[in-house]
């Protein structure tokens, strides 16, 4: 089994849709967790980070984390084609700065 | 804040010789640098991680030979693939950590290379 497991996708939805994205982990040693958005040839770019269990939310974007089923998740609400990109979950444990990442999510809104 | 550029973006070198990337931290200083590979619709792969002043961290599985990592100051690490073949073809990136921001990692634009 994998560390963190990402569905890839690719995932298409219209545009003002609820977008769920998910990852599953097997090391309950994580304690941060982040998602990043990667657009084709582009680095991955930081969107979220939470620490431990719990809700995050920054506009249109809400991250969660369930520890105790060793689950987060990111909602985009009325999503846009700008939106359209590869999202990343990433995590680490508490002393070791190293992060593990997903396999990423292929994302498309379509206009 | 916390931007990291990478030059250069793109680069075609022949087989045999050797590729510089650098990566920079543009407003702030980083303790911490790293770089990963990234091959086509895969994940980031952690290559190796590079603390200023002292010598990096490889992965196991990473030859340090052929990838030398130098972090000469707190804004700048290079990577140099040495004597590149074409498997080495892939997406470089790096990233870094904010000295007083330890939760997280910033990453550069990417390099790609291809090795003809």
């Known amino acids: 089994q994998k560390e963190v497991e990402q569905d890839p996708g690719p995932l298409s939805v219209p545009e003002g849709a609820i977008v769920s994205l998910n990852c599953t982990y097997s090391?309950?040693?994580?304690?941060?967790f982040m998602w990043y958005r990667q657009y084709s040839r582009k680095g991955p770019e930081l969107l979220m980070y939470?620490?431990?269990?719990g809700n995050k939310e920054d506009g249109r974007f809400t991250a969660q984390v369930d520890k105790s089923s060793k689950y987060i998740s990111l909602f985009i609400r009325d999503s846009q084609p700008s939106d359209s990109a590869t999202y990343l979950c990433?995590?680490?444990?508490?002393?070791?700065?190293?992060?593990?990442f997903g396999k990423g999510t292929l994302l498309t809104v379509n206009p | 804040g916390a931007v990291v550029s990478q030059h250069p973006s793109r680069v075609i070198c022949k087989s045999g010789t050797s590729v510089k990337i650098e990566c920079r931290s543009l407003?702030?200083?980083?303790?911490?640098m790293f770089w990963y590979r990234q091959f086509p619709k895969q994940s980031l792969m952690l290559m190796a991680t590079?603390?200023?002043?002292?010598?990096?961290?490889?992965e196991q599985g990473v030859e340090k030979d052929k990838f030398l990592i130098n972090h000469a100051s707190l804004t700048l690490s290079t990577l140099t693939v040495t004597s590149a073949h074409p498997e080495d073809s892939s997406f470089y990136i790096c990233?870094?950590?904010?000295?007083?921001?330890?939760?997280?990692?910033?990453f550069g634009p990417g390099t790609r290379l291809l090795v003809l």
């Open positions: 990433a995590m680490r444990g508490g002393s070791n700065y190293k992060l593990t």
């Open positions: 407003d702030f200083q980083a303790t911490t």
């Open positions: 590079s603390n200023e002043g002292s010598k990096a961290t490889y």
């Open positions: 939470t620490y431990s269990s």
């Open positions: 990233s870094a950590r904010l000295w007083d921001r330890e939760e997280t990692q910033y």
């Open positions: 090391n309950s040693a994580f304690q941060y």
